[in-house]
């Protein structure tokens, strides 16, 4: 069959001129969209969901429209060229004069020069579409075939991706009783009431949803395992969700309109929107469904952990995952906390908060000894300030610096809701070449500035004072100093915190000094940590589980990091008995890692547990304590500030609590390999 054949073939003439009018038809309902979702920006996920979803819908309707319409359109010219005369054609119609002469003869001159302007134009634009008209209707074959090439393409795709996804099922076993138990309780209470399996596969790297009709849960073996039972129950609550509201049909229907109109940017870029949007729904739902955030976006969190460095053929354009979507952005919403005031709408409610003013003021002058006493007792409590070394955190997975934000989100939430007033110090080398930031690191360090956590500096790089001349180690400060204050002068804060890499306060006393006087004149303050640990060194081991996705290892790493600190703390308020009589304001040197965020809520509880309110660095450091005489200079080594008094003091140093000895293999290795 040649072109000019099918040419003349009236279906092929008219999908090609649909296909022509669905580009501007596309593009138009693309732009809508965008300006829809700009002003619906405070609106809630799932209303922006179903604006992109109509959109979509609308993009398919419009051509199918244009194709019936155009269809009907040339079935009528055909007919209506059968029965019509040479006479009474269109163009026969054209040749009459297209007015009529008025009495007056000037009269009829002007409106003979002016129909006759006019039919010049129409004459004009007639000719001009005509010609379009006819040069287009020879590429229409070509249009056509491009068009069935891509759909046939695209169809394979989606067919080979189901295929997968039936393979995926049928490889996949029955989770245990105990799962399969709660799963179906799960169920109830979200409101799913169709028997939905829950399968464990090998081949998957997130749980997913597959089928409509007959839905399953697809779980990896890793996550049923890595996963704490709560944060596993948050994600297949996810799962659940997505089958409520049918949404394995819903993405089925929105891959047929890609394969069918996949030549148009506009569709894949709604496409993007709606799978986007899709999750944020969900995410909205688990939130409601359990009224607790921060466990939620740790769960995810840790499931693209789990899903790091494993290799998955997962059509993910076929499926309904629970970490789909952009990951970061989720979990960023997801830990956004609401932050709008709500106005009063009328009189009474304004009528009504006063009097619960009233009554609030009323108590708390009513119950005024009560609250001293307790307020004695709250001064009484001990103290601890956390600094954290370094911001932003040291990249070590394989998807850095994305895992690195990850990790500054998931700790600062931990943070806070532990009321913890962190100073995090900055290490320039990891956000700047000293002449231009890396931006993605650059904003983790906003992100905790903005979370309202102060940043304090080290050097530039992580450097030995004992291995560095004095000079060099200024400089490297000073230029640490300066990139800091870029950061922080954005915000209009200030800078007042420095602590020592490693610990170390140099070679000699004289450099020491030296060193504090410059940090004074500059108006810096160097930090005294009382609590020093290794728990660097179990960061790092954890690190090198997580990118082996070793969930096991990562258990125990967990389990012993926190005995190790327990024993740590009992260490220092030894220490503090000994040398003072008392509990003494500690400070904790930590490394902003995956590790602490983690444990976040085991350590800080611990330290709750114990007695300890969490305190600002400065009044941490107002202890009277903290102004005890030291000399420790002259040894490549960082101690704690106890130690370093007890040293001045010429006390026995205490026996310190050993490191797991597989975590000291593992930074034994890392030794080695360097």
């Known amino acids: 069959m040649n072109f000019e054949i099918l040419q003349n073939l009236p279906l092929v003439e008219v999908l090609g001129w649909t296909l022509f009018h669905s580009i ?13 979702l700009k002003a619906a920006t405070g609106a809630t996920a799932n209303f922006r969901y179903l604006l992109a979803c109509a959109a979509m819908c609308l993009m398919l309707i419009l051509p199918l429209t244009t194709f019936v319409w155009l269809l009907n359109s040339a079935s009528e010219n055909q007919a209506k060229s059968a029965h019509l005369k040479p006479e009474s054609s269109y163009l026969a119609q054209r040749e009459k004069p297209p007015f009529e002469k008025t009495v007056s003869g000037d009269i009829t001159t002007q409106t003979q020069i002016s129909s006759e302007n006019q039919e010049s134009n129409f004459e004009f634009i007639a000719a001009f579409q005509k010609q379009f008209a006819n ?34 099922r049928r490889q996949s076993k029955l989770v245990s009783e105990e799962w399969q138990t709660k799963f179906v309780l799960l169920s109830r209470k979200v409101g799913v009431y169709k028997r939905v399996n829950i399968l464990e596969s090998a081949v998957i790297t997130a749980p997913v949803v597959i089928g409509w009709l007959k839905p399953v849960v697809l779980v990896p073996a890793s996550v049923l395992t890595g996963l704490s039972p709560s944060q596993l129950e948050a994600v297949l609550v996810h799962e659940l969700i997505h089958i409520r509201r049918h949404d394995f049909l819903v993405n089925f229907l929105q891959t047929a309109i890609e394969n069918l109109l996949f030549f148009h940017p506009s569709v894949w870029w709604i496409s993007r929107q709606i799978r986007e949007l899709r999750e944020f729904a969900c995410d909205d739902a688990v939130v409601k469904f359990y009224g607790e955030r921060l466990n939620y976006a740790s769960a995810l969190a840790n499931l693209e952990t789990l899903r790091q460095g494993t290799q998955s053929a997962q059509p ?45 003021a009323l108590i708390t002058f009513s119950v005024g000894e009560r609250v001293s006493v307790k307020a004695k007792s709250t001064m009484n409590a001990k103290k601890i300030a956390i600094g954290f070394v370094s911001i932003p955190p040291i990249d070590r997975s394989a998807n850095s610096p994305a895992d690195s934000t990850a990790t500054a989100h998931l700790l600062i939430e931990k943070l806070k809701s532990h009321h913890v007033p962190a100073v995090g110090f900055l290490q320039g080398a990891m956000i700047s070449d000293g002449e231009k930031m890396f931006p993605v690191r650059t904003e983790i360090v906003r992100i ?3 979370a ?75 930090v005294k940590y009382t609590f020093d640990n290794q728990e660097w060194m179990y960061s790092y081991a954890y690190d090198m589980a997580r990118n082996d996705n070793d969930i096991a290892g990562m258990k125990q790493i967990r389990h012993e990091f926190l005995d190790y600190m327990e024993k740590m703390l009992a260490h220092y308020e030894a220490y503090s008995q000994d040398m003072f009589g008392r509990d003494i304001n500690q400070t904790m040197v930590l490394t902003t890692s995956r590790l602490i965020a983690d444990t976040g809520d085991e350590l800080f509880g ?19 304590a903290y102004q005890t005489p030291e000399n420790f200079t002259g040894v490549k080594a960082g101690i704690s500030w106890f130690e370093r008094w007890a040293m001045a003091q010429n006390k026995k140093l205490r026996d310190e609590p050993k490191v797991d000895a597989l975590v000291e293999k593992a930074w034994d290795t890392r030794k080695i390999q360097k």
């Open 24 to 36: 501007w038809q596309i593009l138009f309902i693309g732009i809508g969209l965008f300006v829809g």
């Open 448 to 450: 905790w500035r903005d």
């Open 452 to 526: 309202g956590f102060e940043i304090g500096i080290g050097g530039y790089k992580h450097i030995w004072f004992y291995d560095t001349s004095f000079d060099d180690y200024v400089a490297n400060t000073e230029k640490n100093e300066k990139i800091a204050k870029q950061i922080l002068a954005e915000k209009n804060l200030p800078l007042r915190y420095f602590s020592y890499p490693f610990l170390n306060t140099g070679k000699t006393t004289e450099d020491k000094n030296r060193f504090e006087n410059w940090l004074a004149e500059r108006g810096l303050r160097s």
């Open 316 to 360: 993910q354009y076929l499926v309904v995952a629970a970490n789909g979507g952009k990951l970061m952005n989720r979990i960023r919403r997801i830990l956004q906390k609401e932050t709008e005031i709500k106005r009063p709408h009328s009189l009474w409610s304004a009528g009504l908060a006063l009097m619960l003013i009233s009554a609030f």
């Open 135 to 168: 040069n287009f209707a020879r590429i229409l074959p070509l249009l056509v075939w491009f068009w069935l090439f891509g759909v046939a393409v695209f169809a394979l795709r989606t067919t080979g991706g189901f295929w997968h996804l039936g393979t995926s």
């Open 606 to 624: 611990m330290l709750e547990k114990n007695g300890y309110n969490f305190v600002a660095m400065d009044e941490a450091q107002a202890d009277a």
